[in-house]
Structures are given as structure tokens and as C-alpha cells.
Nanobody
């Protein structure tokens, strides 16, 4: 079983940056695909980004492409989401996720992953 704990959320103004972190425990996730999803108030959960087990491949939702960067540190069993040029519409609870499968097509993970954190709230004011 994998436990994921997100951190780094908060209240920022539009145009600011935030870096979310996700620490995994229970087992190493170095061979797992890792990702971030978000859920805005009253809306369904949306895919944000995914990263391959070795960090060499990434995949982003169109809404965040060019502004957000996903990265990972397998030595620390962690994944990160650097969010720049934040917009009010980025306001959401952000969830870290992981999946032990290893499909090279990361778009396959845009709907669901096996393990989930409890989320961290990001609020962007205008």
C-alpha cells in the first residue's frame, strides 16, 4: 500500500507561483507513474500532469501546459508540481496520485490512478 501526502498549498494572488510537494511512503514509488489532479469547488476532478517512472516523459493538461511543471525525485520518493503564472481558475484541491503500471503513453493516466493523497488546497485570488 502506498500513502501519499501533499503539501505546499495556500492562498496566492494571480500571477504568483507555488510549488506543491507529494511525499510517498509505504513502499518505493520509483517505478510508478506519478501524477497530479485537481478538483475545483462544485466541479469534477480533472487531470493536471503525469510523469513517467524515470522522469524522462511528462504529460500535461492543455489548461496548464507552459505554466506548470511536474518533476520527481526517486531518491526522496517524492513528486513535485511547480505552478507559475497562477490564475483564479487554478483554484482547487490538488491531489497527488500514483500508479504501479508502466504504460509509456501517459495520457492513459489522465482519468484515474491507483493511489491517492488527501489533497492540498490552492486558492488564487484575482
Amino acid at each position: 500500500q502506498v500513502q501519499l501526502v501533499e503539501s505546499g498549498g495556500g492562498l496566492v494572488q494571480a500571477g504568483a507561483s507555488l510549488r506543491l510537494s507529494c511525499a510517498a511512503s509505504g513502499r518505493t514509488v520509483s517505478g510508478y507513474v506519478m501524477g497530479w489532479f485537481r478538483q475545483a469547488p462544485g466541479k469534477e476532478r480533472d487531470f493536471v500532469a503525469a510523469i513517467a517512472w524515470n522522469g524522462r516523459s511528462t504529460y500535461y493538461a492543455d489548461s496548464v501546459k507552459g505554466r506548470f511543471t511536474i518533476s520527481r525525485d526517486n531518491a526522496k520518493n517524492a513528486v513535485y508540481l511547480q505552478m507559475n503564472s497562477l490564475k483564479p481558475e487554478d483554484t482547487a484541491v490538488y491531489y497527488c496520485a500514483s500508479d504501479p503500471s508502466a504504460f509509456s503513453d501517459l495520457s492513459r493516466y489522465s482519468h484515474n490512478m491507483q493511489y491517492w493523497g488527501k489533497g492540498t488546497l490552492v486558492t488564487v485570488s484575482s
